[in-house]
């Protein structure tokens, strides 16, 4: 639409941009589009519900990038040739991989700029990886079921998916935009009605209260971004503030940055839940659970005191497709830093080429391994972990460990956030690289700490891992298993 049209005023309105208001839009349109088939078409024949959802995706695709729709098209075409030449074989896979990686890569360097735009390319990454998903899937499938894992028995195929199925698994209404991933075993059980019982009580209330907490978040980081925008890092004021200060208002810069993915996940997330897609089965009492399309879990994200606890209660729905795509599928290395390694540049090279990217990721490998390094050093002190849990230097603790958690977040933020290595290498000098320093120096200065620690608090003792943890102890174990899935912010 041209500049000066009824959406660009409403957007300067609201102080965004056009793009950003039609994402927006996309988002919020799934409500009434799967409303309807919830109410008409749910328990019709799979082929009308197909060319519903096909119909609805290519709308919004349409609305959002015109022309470039066909670029959606081609490669759904694509994979759907390949499985139907060369299907459920390791060749399918590497070819799968291969095209569909290549060809969102060969986008981004042909429409890239200086700065992060919203393009036909950001959906196309989120079809990258469904796509991508559905080639191993089908080459699971042709496994034996003792040979899968858990997840991959949860999602592996059987039977080959027709054109018509890749096309409505893609071009899902919900989740066509932003995501979330969804295999295509859970698609094809909720289109042929098998997913959840049939009287299993409604979830659109669940799903529009979901989608009230996204608008909310929404509204905070709007009023928020008006007045720490993404430019102020870079700004005289900015920089001629004191630098503890400067340190702080880059944790709320980030916290409030990290709202805009939130919003954007929780709307796509309640019109999944609404649809029914989100079904995953039933609490102890008996209630139905709506968790299978979340990509945050608000209370751990809220309250997270690590950033291993940040990891997972954001983007979960991503962390979770890179464990068992990547992660887990280089376990032939035999080396888990290896595999972490290898699936932080994989997530990198899927934002693009920008600079920012590898530099935040390679921030979060190095604060991980040392969270994780750290933990293993206070689990043989369990007299020191019993002071960290005993009030009133739990709460104390907790009141740090936030302010840790926050302004470091921001700090990581910085480079993803600028992109260019010019902006970002000047963002991290006005920190003076606090950050690069402090957890870079974790190698070097852990036999110190230990021997510190061996001091004060006695021998060093082999303790079960299920012992707590600094910051919130509670969580040691989950931090254990859930430092292996890495983030994609």
Same mark, same amino acid.
């Given at each position: 639409?041209?500049?000066?049209?009824?959406?660009?005023?409403?957007?300067?309105?609201?102080?965004?941009?056009?793009?950003?208001?039609?994402?927006?839009?996309?988002?919020?349109?799934?409500?009434?589009?799967?409303?309807?088939?919830?109410?008409?078409?749910?328990?019709?024949?799979?082929?009308?519900?197909?060319?519903?959802?096909?119909?609805?995706?290519?709308?919004?695709?349409?609305?959002?990038?015109?022309?470039?729709?066909?670029?959606?098209?081609?490669?759904?075409?694509?994979?759907?040739?390949?499985?139907?030449?060369?299907?459920?074989?390791?060749?399918?896979?590497?070819?799968?991989?291969?095209?569909?990686?290549?060809?969102?890569?060969?986008?981004?360097?042909?429409?890239?700029?200086?700065?992060?735009?919203?393009?036909?390319?950001?959906?196309?990454?989120?079809?990258?990886?469904?796509?991508?998903?559905?080639?191993?899937?089908?080459?699971?499938?042709?496994?034996?079921?003792?040979?899968?894992?858990?997840?991959?028995?949860?999602?592996?195929?059987?039977?080959?998916?027709?054109?018509?199925?890749?096309?409505?698994?893609?071009?899902?209404?919900?989740?066509?935009?932003?995501?979330?991933?969804?295999?295509?075993?859970?698609?094809?059980?909720?289109?042929?009605?098998?997913?959840?019982?049939?009287?299993?009580?409604?979830?659109?209330?669940?799903?529009?209260?979901?989608?009230?907490?996204?608008?909310?978040?929404?509204?905070?980081?709007?009023?928020?971004?008006?007045?720490?925008?993404?430019?102020?890092?870079?700004?005289?004021?900015?920089?001629?503030?004191?630098?503890?200060?400067?340190?702080?208002?880059?944790?709320?810069?980030?916290?409030?940055?990290?709202?805009?993915?939130?919003?954007?996940?929780?709307?796509?997330?309640?019109?999944?839940?609404?649809?029914?897609?989100?079904?995953?089965?039933?609490?102890?009492?008996?209630?139905?659970?709506?968790?299978?399309?979340?990509?945050?879990?608000?209370?751990?994200?809220?309250?997270?005191?690590?950033?291993?606890?940040?990891?997972?209660?954001?983007?979960?729905?991503?962390?979770?497709?890179?464990?068992?795509?990547?992660?887990?599928?280089?376990?032939?290395?035999?080396?888990? $830093?290896?595999?972490?390694?290898?699936? *932080? %540049?994989?997530?990198?090279? @899927?934002?693009? /080429?920008? &600079?920012?990217? =590898?530099?935040?990721?390679?921030?979060?490998?190095?604060?991980?391994?040392?969270?994780?390094?750290?933990?293993?050093?206070?689990?043989?002190?369990?007299?020191?972990?019993?002071?960290?849990?005993?009030?009133?230097?739990?709460?104390?603790?907790?009141?740090?460990?936030?302010?840790?958690?926050?302004?470091?977040?921001? $700090?990581?933020?910085?480079?993803?956030? *600028? %992109?260019?290595?010019?902006? @970002?290498?000047? /963002?991290? &000098?006005?920190? =003076?690289?606090?950050?690069?320093?402090?957890?870079?120096?974790?190698?070097?200065?852990?036999?110190?700490?230990?021997?510190?620690?061996?001091?004060?608090?006695?021998?060093?003792?082999?303790?079960?891992?299920?012992?707590?943890?600094?910051?919130?102890?509670?969580?040691?174990?989950?931090?254990?298993?859930?430092?292996?899935?890495?983030?994609?912010?």
């Amino acid at each position: 639409m041209a500049e000066g049209g009824w959406l660009y005023g409403l957007a300067t309105l609201i102080g965004a941009s056009e793009p950003a208001l039609k994402l927006l839009i996309s988002l919020l349109v799934g409500y009434p589009l799967l409303y309807i088939h919830r109410k008409f078409l749910h328990d019709k024949s799979p082929i009308l519900q197909h060319f519903y959802f096909i119909l609805g995706g290519v709308g919004i695709a349409i609305f959002n990038n015109g022309i470039n729709v066909l670029h959606s098209m081609f490669c759904i075409f694509f994979a759907w040739l390949v499985l139907f030449l060369i299907g459920g074989t390791l060749l399918s896979v590497l070819v799968s991989f291969t095209f569909q990686m290549g060809y969102l890569l060969i986008a981004y360097y042909i429409t890239g700029t200086d700065t992060y735009d919203i393009k036909w390319t950001m959906p196309h990454c989120v079809l990258t990886l469904r796509l991508i998903a559905l080639a191993f899937d089908l080459y699971d499938g042709s496994s034996k079921t003792e040979d899968l894992s858990k997840d991959q028995q949860a999602t592996a195929l059987k039977i080959r998916p027709s054109l018509l199925e890749i096309a409505g698994h893609t071009y899902f209404p919900a989740s066509f935009m932003v995501g979330p991933q969804f295999s295509m075993k859970r698609y094809l059980s909720f289109v042929h009605g098998t997913l959840y019982p049939v009287n299993t009580p409604s979830p659109v209330f669940a799903g529009l209260k979901r989608g009230f907490y996204g608008v909310l978040y929404l509204l905070i980081y709007q009023i928020g971004i008006s007045i720490i925008p993404d430019s102020f890092l870079l700004s005289e004021p900015y920089m001629t503030m004191p630098f503890w200060k400067r340190f702080i208002m880059v944790g709320i810069w980030g916290k409030i940055t990290l709202y805009k993915y939130v919003s954007c996940w929780l709307i796509t997330e309640g019109a999944c839940i609404l649809s029914g897609l989100a079904y995953s089965g039933k609490d102890q009492d008996g209630n139905p659970l709506w968790k299978g399309c979340a990509n945050v879990k608000l209370f751990l994200f809220e309250l997270s005191t690590q950033f291993g606890m940040l990891i997972q209660g954001f983007n979960t729905n991503t962390n979770a497709w890179v464990a068992q795509y990547i992660y887990k599928r280089l376990k032939f290395l035999n080396n888990r $830093y290896l595999s972490q390694i290898g699936a *932080l %540049l994989f997530l990198a090279l @899927w934002h693009g /080429f920008h &600079s920012g990217y =590898y530099a935040c990721f390679f921030m979060e490998f190095i604060i991980m391994f040392m969270e994780k390094r750290l933990a293993m050093v206070l689990r043989k002190f369990p007299k020191l972990v019993s002071a960290l849990e005993s009030p009133p230097l739990s709460y104390i603790l907790f009141v740090v460990m936030k302010f840790y958690t926050i302004t470091f977040m921001g $700090y990581c933020l910085g480079s993803f956030v *600028l %992109l260019k290595s010019s902006k @970002w290498l000047e /963002f991290y &000098s006005s920190l =003076y690289y606090i950050g690069h320093i402090f957890f870079g120096c974790w190698i070097v200065i852990e036999p110190l700490v230990k021997l510190i620690l061996s001091v004060l608090f006695g021998k060093q003792q082999d303790s079960p891992k299920s012992q707590n943890s600094v910051g919130n102890p509670s969580q040691s174990r989950k931090l254990d298993s859930g430092n292996e899935n890495k983030k994609a912010v």
